[in-house]
């Protein structure tokens, strides 16, 4: 029997219940590094958040976008070198520590106010391999001993190395609005047993009989290793330059979950995050940010042609394009045509599940119970507090 029925999928009540105990009350990822160059600030939305972000020497500070008057999402960074934190509504400043340094008419308008007590509120910073993560809480266990148990289970791949992939002069960042809950999508992310079957031209690189799969407390970790005819002529088969900071006997796949919303690609020549953000129960958007070798266009355009005309694609029809997903020689398009039908079918009567492979979709249930788990652990705070 599922942990989670079929309205954990489709209901608005469902997706609230997500967004308050998990989004709402979970690490984020924010940005990567570089997004941010020093003495810059950005305003993030994430969940019901809204975050106000700076970077002072290389290092990340986070306050809630709210101003501690009435509550105004509208806070900017203001002044000379740009020293203070601003609301234009009513003009009350903040230094950038978030702490409150003028109320206009204080003493006139609030005789008796305590501006101890109204500085901006915190948000916490972590991070890992480049990427910043946030939670909306100043107090809260540190996001290295959030994800130090999936650490061993990461590749060798160093992303401060690697450069953004760029396709011509378009965006580096993929995004794309997909009709399906988003834990459909964490659910065909750590299915094994699919990989074999629907991508069986688009990811007949990997090994998929020896791949090597698991859980790191609330994480999911994931490895294959190359097939042995991928291997043997790598440097003319891979589509893209290899990554050369990694081990020959360490190259393969490691594509982790990072509870509860983002995935990690790193492969012999690509390193990539997969993010998440739930737009309703049946609507989710996913963005994908890719790095690659930072060498010139035009040794990526001969590897890449080099990898195009290889003995080990031969076998494949990969020139071959098509309307049909499932004919796109795409493992994206692949993965988002199964999801959104999955979606579809939750909303028919007939709907069921008749048995889940007991090696192969054996994470779905654990995954199932995490977000279980995690819900019933962050009810419990609210009660304490």
């Not at 330059?241 to 990690?264: C, D, T």
Request: glycine content about 4%.
């Amino acid at each position: 029997m599922d942990l989670l029925s079929k309205e954990a999928y489709i209901s608005k009540d469902w997706f609230d219940i997500e967004m308050k105990y998990i989004f709402n009350n979970s690490w984020q990822f924010l940005c990567f590094e570089e997004d941010l160059k020093n003495g810059e600030n950005k305003i993030f939305q994430i969940g019901n958040n809204n975050f106000i972000v700076l970077k002072e020497d290389n290092e990340f500070r986070a306050f809630h976008n709210l101003c501690r008057h009435r509550g105004v999402q509208a806070l900017r960074v203001l002044g000379e070198n740009k020293k203070v934190i601003n609301c234009p509504y009513h003009n009350w400043t903040y230094n950038l520590n978030g702490d409150l340094i003028t109320i206009p008419n204080e003493k006139k308008e609030f005789p008796n106010i305590e501006k101890c007590k109204l500085h901006l509120k915190k948000a916490s910073i972590g991070k890992l391999k480049g990427m910043i993560f946030i939670h909306p809480d100043s107090i809260v266990d540190s996001f290295n001993n959030f994800i130090q148990d999936l650490l061993p289970f990461l590749g060798e791949h160093n992303p401060s190395e690697l450069i953004e992939y760029q396709e011509k002069k378009s965006e580096p960042i993929y995004t794309e609005i997909i009709n399906t809950n988003w834990k459909i999508i964490v659910e065909n992310y750590i299915d094994h047993y699919h990989l074999s079957h629907l991508h069986q031209n688009t990811l007949n690189m990997y090994d998929h009989k020896n791949a090597k799969f698991g859980w790191a407390g609330f994480h999911y970790w994931f490895f294959e290793p190359l097939s042995k005819k991928y291997l043997e002529n790598i440097e003319e088969n891979s589509p893209y330059v290899l990554i050369n900071h990694i081990s020959k006997e360490r190259l393969g796949a490691y594509v982790p979950w990072i509870f509860p919303n983002l995935g990690l690609s790193e492969s012999e020549s690509t390193w990539s995050i997969f993010h998440l953000t739930p737009i309703s129960p049946s609507k989710t958007k996913i963005t994908v940010r890719t790095k690659i070798m930072n060498v010139s266009n035009k040794e990526h355009r001969k590897q890449y042609s080099k990898s195009y005309y290889s003995n080990f694609w031969k076998k494949y029809d990969i020139k071959s394009k098509s309307d049909n997903p499932l004919e796109s020689n795409d493992f994206m398009k692949e993965d988002i045509y199964i999801c959104e039908q999955q979606q579809k079918a939750m909303y028919s009567d007939y709907f069921s599940i008749g048995a889940y492979a007991e090696k192969g979709e054996f994470a779905i249930k654990k995954f199932q119970n995490n977000i279980l788990k995690w819900i019933e652990i962050q009810k419990n705070k609210e009660l304490l507090k």
